[in-house]
């Protein structure tokens, strides 16, 4: 039997790449699904329609800001203004989370910021390769207009080039860092998911979290991300002390035996903030595309929920609105 090739990246057989596919850390729960796992949610998706649309104010960032300043686009998309620059997390303006226009999730909610909007960008963190993250239109777009340096995990390098050639992007493993300019750092950090593009490709290109050290700051952009046994929050935690902000999924979580291993819940996402010692967390993937099957205003209230019960301060972890602005405090 042939071994399959992958198409995105050629290396080192790794404690997470066993030289075709990427892997999940060590003891972690297992993210892939067979076609039977996927027929039998198909066939249990509860009567839940989303709106077809949700009104958004969408806002016009400034050029250049002075301290923090997170903007919410959309799912996981975030403008984050610091250091003097201006950063994008996952950037999608398309209509669909989808590889064609004409199917696929739809937006919900419309982009918090417009496009042509947006202050000059100077870099992307890319989590991943699906679809809801990595938007090829999008990102010609970006590139078209402001050039941007992309930083993402190993393999999506290749997947962008061969559609924008000209696109500046590198790529780092697990642990690896870039800095994207003096002062401003990004460290490509694991995450418990995977990848794929087409059905043939499965974790060929790896996925990850980035913690970004810039103006005496740390951010956490979890990208996707399971729980599983919480141990790898852990070690961001003694590797880069605590976090000033946390950005973390709280929605695409239903059904649990489905998405688990995959995408986290409200309750777990606190858990993680308080893993990190995160002075301040911000909810992000949820509202904007249909992807799973909880209702559309379910993270909200689980999130609201279990900050109760843990006595946590409910303006301590926000869920983002499209078009919702976080200035953070001095």
């Known amino acids: 039997m042939l071994r399959p090739r992958n198409p995105y990246y050629d290396g080192p057989v790794t404690d997470h790449f066993d030289g075709v596919r990427f892997l999940n850390p060590a003891g972690e729960p297992e993210t892939d699904r067979s076609l039977r796992d996927v027929l039998r949610w198909r066939r249990s998706i509860p009567d839940n329609p989303w709106p077809s649309s949700v009104p958004v104010a969408a806002v016009r960032p400034d050029r250049t800001v002075d301290g923090v300043r997170i903007t919410m686009v959309g799912h996981a998309t975030l403008l984050i203004q610091i250091g003097g620059l201006n950063i994008l997390t996952d950037p999608v303006w398309s209509e669909r989370a989808s590889p064609v226009q004409m199917a696929g999730p739809r937006r919900v909610t419309a982009p918090g910021v417009m496009f042509d909007d947006l202050p000059p960008i100077d870099a992307v963190l890319l989590s991943h390769n699906h679809y809801d993250h990595l938007d090829l239109p999008t990102l010609r777009l970006l590139q078209k207009h402001h050039s941007p340096v992309i930083v993402t995990p190993l393999g999506n390098d290749r997947i962008i080039r061969r559609r924008i050639p000209e696109a500046s992007v590198i790529a780092r493993d697990w642990g690896q860092s870039v800095t994207i300019s003096p002062g ?76 688990a291993a995959q995408h986290t819940n409200p309750a777990e996402a606190i858990a993680i903030m308080e893993q990190l010692d995160a002075r301040q967390a911000l909810g992000i993937h949820w509202g904007t595309f249909k992807l799973t099957d909880e209702p559309r205003e379910d993270p909200l209230e689980q999130l609201a929920q279990g900050l109760a019960e843990r006595g946590i301060d409910p303006q301590r972890f926000i869920a983002m609105h499209a078009g919702q602005v976080f200035d953070c405090a001095p």
């Open 184 to 259: 401003v750092e990004a460290f490509v950090v694991p995450s418990l998911h995977w990848s794929s593009r087409s059905p043939s490709d499965r974790r060929m290109a790896l996925w990850g979290g980035f913690m970004l050290r810039a103006a005496g700051r740390l951010i956490y952009f979890a990208g996707d991300t399971g729980y599983g046994t919480g141990a790898i929050f852990d070690r961001l935690r003694q590797e880069f002390g605590p976090v000033d902000i946390a950005l973390l999924p709280i929605g695409a979580y239903d059904p649990r035996w489905f998405m």
